[in-house]
């Protein structure tokens, strides 16, 4: 079936570097994708959201883009802190009156002090 | 402020025991509920979700079952837990339209 897919498993950075995480998705008919942060032992936290009319969204040291020609997202957080290392999930939303998400398999971020 | 609570946090079931997991929203009326579940190291697979009372529909084929008996509680159940059922459980809410919200989960092990 449809799903939505990471590049990179692992990615490790050092503080203060900028970090770019990548999803690919392949269902075409999706209109909004959202990032979610996950820490050891917790819920997805989430991070930014983005509707398929824009192409671009900024939030506190985040950034989403999104290419509709490729289907492609990315999340890039600015001036990498130890705190944001988690895993990250970019998810797809089917459904407006359902809401539901199809998540891909994560993208662990790991900062190096 | 809205929030969501799950509980318990851990729980350790022998096999062939019976599950009942509880997760209520407060804050909100009427949400879009959802349950996940979470194998090590992998991505959440959506179990079932609610748009209303009374409204379940299950994602995928499982020893699993869910039940919405308030407006802002949504229960997760099994009669004989399974090895397999080893998991960790989320529960999640949203408006229509807008981002789900996760609550901190139950890690379930069976023995």
């Known amino acids: 079936g449809e799903s939505v897919g990471l590049h990179l498993p692992t990615l490790s950075v050092q503080e203060g570097d900028n970090s770019i995480i990548n999803c690919a998705y392949s269902?075409?008919?999706?209109?909004?994708f959202i990032w979610y942060k996950q820490e050891s032992g917790k819920g997805p936290q989430f991070i930014i959201d983005i509707r398929s009319n824009m192409d671009k969204r900024q939030g506190q040291r985040v950034t989403v883009l999104l290419n509709k020609t490729v289907k492609h997202l990315s999340l890039q957080i600015a001036a990498t802190q130890p705190g944001d290392s988690a895993v990250y999930f970019c998810a797809e939303v089917l459904g407006r009156a359902t809401n539901k998400l199809i998540f891909g398999t994560g993208t662990l971020l790991a900062v190096q002090p | 402020s809205q929030t969501i609570h799950q509980w318990p946090a851990t729980l350790v079931q022998p096999v062939g025991s019976p599950l009942s997991l509880e997760c209520t929203v407060e804050?909100?009326?009427?949400?879009?509920l959802y349950w996940y579940r979470q194998a090590a190291g992998r991505g959440l697979q959506l179990l079932f979700y609610s748009v209303g009372i009374g409204q379940i529909s299950s994602e995928v084929p499982q020893n699993l079952s869910a039940s919405r008996p308030q407006d802002r509680q949504f229960i997760l159940s099994s009669k004989k837990l399974l090895l397999s059922d080893s998991g960790f459980y989320l529960c999640a809410w949203s408006p229509q339209g807008r981002p789900q919200h996760f609550g901190d989960g139950t890690r379930l092990s069976i023995l």
């Open positions: 804050g909100t009326s009427n949400p879009n």
């Open positions: 269902n075409s008919a999706s209109d909004y």
